[in-house]
T-cell receptor, first 110, second 114 residues
Framework: GQQLNQSPQSMFIQEGEDVSMNCTSSSIFNTWLWYKQDPGEGPVLLIA?????ELTSNGRLTAQFGITRKDSFLNISASIPSDVGIYFC??????????FGQGTRLTINP | ETGVTQTPRHLVMGMTNKKSLKCEQHLGHNAMYWYKQSAKKPLELMFVYSLEERVENNSVPSRFSPECPNSSHLFLHLHTLQPEDSALYLC?????????????FGSGTRLTVV
C-alpha cells in the first residue's frame, strides 16, 4: 500500500532557528497536506498543496509540492515556543483516503 | 458550534465498564473517521464511514464498536477494554474521498483504561 516516510522523527532546536522536515513516498500523490498537532489536541491543517512544484507560505511556514509528486517539505523560519508540537504530512490520490506520515516531533529550547 | 466536536475530552474507565465516545461535525461533510493515537506512535486509522455506511474497518478488536446514525454524528462504543487501549482517540470528517481540504479533526478524547 501507499506509505509516507517522514523525517526526521524528532527535532530539538533552539528558539529562533529555522526548521526543515520532509516527506517522501514511492507513490505519486495529487495532494499534499501538512498538519500540526499541539499537545493534547487534534491535528490542525497548516498548508495544502495541489500542484507539482507549488510553493506555498503561511506566515513563517513554507511548504513545497515536489516536482516528481512523490515528496514534499515543510520549513519553519525563526522558530518560537508555540511551534512546539507534532507535524504530520499527508498525501492523497484522487478520491482515496489520506495517507499520513509518522510525524515529526518538534521540541524548542528557549 | 463549528468544526468537529468530541466529547468527553477525558475519560477514565475500568476494564469492565461500557462507555461511548461521541463526535459531531457541523461542516456538512459526509465522511467520518476514527483514529487511535498512542504515545509516540503514528495515527492509526480504525474506522471509516462514508454516507453513513462503514466502508473500512482496519482489523479493530470487537471491543470497539462504531456507530454512525447520520452524517453529522459518529460514536465509538467501548466495552471490556484493556490497559493498552489507553490512547488519544481522534475523530475526523471530510467530504467523501477526503475532499479538497483533507480532513478536519476534533480535539480528541484522552482515554485511560485502569
Amino acid at each position: 500500500g501507499q506509505q509516507l516516510n517522514q523525517s526526521p522523527q524528532s527535532m530539538f532546536i533552539q528558539e529562533g532557528e529555522d526548521v526543515s522536515m520532509n516527506c517522501t513516498s514511492s507513490s505519486i500523490f495529487n495532494t499534499w497536506l501538512w498538519y500540526k498537532q499541539d499537545p493534547g489536541e487534534g491535528p490542525v491543517l497548516l498548508i495544502a498543496l495541489y500542484k507539482a512544484g507549488e510553493l506555498t507560505s503561511n506566515g513563517r511556514l513554507t511548504a513545497q509540492f515536489g516536482i516528481t509528486r512523490k515528496d514534499s517539505f515543510l520549513n519553519i523560519s525563526a522558530s518560537i515556543p508555540s511551534d512546539v508540537g507534532i507535524y504530520f504530512c499527508a498525501g492523497q490520490v484522487g478520491a482515496q483516503k489520506l495517507v499520513f506520515g509518522q510525524g515529526t516531533r518538534l521540541t524548542i529550547n528557549p | 458550534e463549528t468544526g468537529v466536536t468530541q466529547t468527553p475530552r477525558h475519560l477514565v474507565m475500568g476494564m469492565t465498564n461500557k462507555k461511548s465516545l461521541k463526535c459531531e461535525q457541523h461542516l456538512g461533510h459526509n465522511a467520518m473517521y476514527w483514529y487511535k493515537q498512542s504515545a509516540k506512535k503514528p495515527l492509526e486509522l480504525m474506522f471509516v464511514y462514508s454516507l453513513e455506511e462503514r466502508v473500512e474497518n482496519n482489523s479493530v478488536p470487537s471491543r470497539f464498536s462504531p456507530e454512525c446514525p447520520n452524517s453529522s454524528h459518529l460514536f465509538l462504543h467501548l466495552h471490556t477494554l484493556q490497559p493498552e487501549d489507553s490512547a488519544l482517540y481522534l475523530c475526523a470528517s471530510s467530504q467523501t474521498g477526503g475532499g479538497y481540504y483533507g480532513y478536519t479533526f476534533g480535539s480528541g478524547t484522552r482515554l485511560t483504561v485502569v
